[in-house]
């Protein structure tokens, strides 16, 4: 039936005015904290988010071929600077409580720094963090470690290769690594308060660290950067710390290496040895700069590889 021009005329009134009320809703704009449980066998798995950092990938990339970057973003809808995930992860073994990687303490802007809030969000205090494993000393994952000068972590032990420590803990070193020189001082002082208390306790290449956690020596990122390996009930997730860092051009080409590599040349063979052993193994993976929760597992694909991200649960 036709409506009268009359009743059409009320009737998008009304609809105006629904939307106009619609309108004047303010736009909240903020996102759900950022923590995703995931359960490993008997272990409870926390990816915690840090927040994000825009990386202007296309200039840290270069020794892709030119256009290339570009091209494997634009495939993934993305351009750069690439809003880049920074992600921590606490294990909770049951027995132990096991943080890997601490943000970046806000050292990459205000949209960092977020790891801290997060692990309350999820329902843990840092004073209950028994143990503290960094997978290397760059400043997104280890200055979390200390707030103004003071440990976050008050009674947890920090562990990391001993190569990783006697690299970035001797600021003569920068000499060797001068683009990352800022790392080296605030390395020293993301670790001092724990050093001071007897806190820090390196470990030498391979090792089990607390019972199903082991580490795996994967240097070239930088010179001490540990992969570490959980398992719990025959269930296994490698945390792969930076062996990559941008999903859309180096899952189809491992061979494409980022310049906040200490060492390009051995860097790449190991990111493409974790490539292959997830793929084949078909283990998950954790990995800090894969968009949040940064938790997948990892696909052969034609000449490369394939994230493919963790199903979404709400029954961890
Ligand atoms: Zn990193």
């Known amino acids: 039936m036709i409506r009268s021009g009359k009743f059409a005329a009320l009737g998008l009134a009304i609809a105006l005015a629904a939307a106009g009320v619609q309108a ?9 904290p950022g923590y995703y ?4 066998g008997g272990f409870e798995i926390t990816a915690l988010s840090d927040g994000t950092v825009d990386l202007p990938v296309d200039q840290l990339m270069d020794k892709a071929k030119p256009g290339t970057v570009v091209k494997a973003l634009g495939k993934n809808y993305l351009k750069p600077p690439v809003e880049t995930s920074i992600n921590g ?8 409580l096991v943080l890997i990687d601490t943000g970046a303490n806000g050292a990459f802007g205000p949209t960092t720094g977020k790891l801290l809030a997060n692990l309350k969000a ?4 840092p004073e209950q963090v028994d143990e503290v494993y960094i997978t290397h000393l760059h400043p997104d994952h280890a200055a979390g470690l200390t707030k103004d000068g003071q440990t976050v972590f008050p009674n947890a032990v920090v562990r990391m290769d001993q190569q990783e420590a006697a690299f970035w803990l001797n600021a003569d070193n920068a000499a060797k690594d001068p683009a990352h020189k800022d790392f080296f001082p605030a390395a020293i002082a993301a ?3 724990y050093q001071d208390a007897g806190r820090l306790k390196t470990f030498s290449g391979e090792t089990e660290l607390v019972p199903g956690i082991r580490t795996h020596a994967a240097y070239g990122h930088t010179p001490g950067h540990t992969v570490y390996m959980v398992e719990s009930q025959g269930q296994k997730l490698a945390v792969w710390g930076d062996l990559m860092h941008v999903a859309a051009v180096q899952f189809p080409d491992p061979s494409v290496t980022i310049n906040f590599d200490s060492d390009s040349k051995q860097a790449m063979p190991q990111r493409q040895k974790a490539y292959a052993d997830a793929a084949k193994n078909g283990y998950w993976v954790a990995i800090a700069h894969v968009s949040f929760p940064g938790i997948g597992h990892i696909a ?5 590889y394939r994230w493919v991200p963790a199903n979404y649960s709400i029954k961890p």
């Open 24 to 32: 004047a809703a303010p736009q909240v704009k903020t996102q759900a």
């Open 37 to 40: 449980r995931l359960m490993l």
């Open 89 to 96: 992860y606490l294990i909770n073994t049951g027995t132990k």
């Open 122 to 125: 999820a329902g843990y205090q």
């Open 191 to 193: 670790l001092k308060p």
């Open 300 to 304: 052969a694909d034609g000449k490369g």
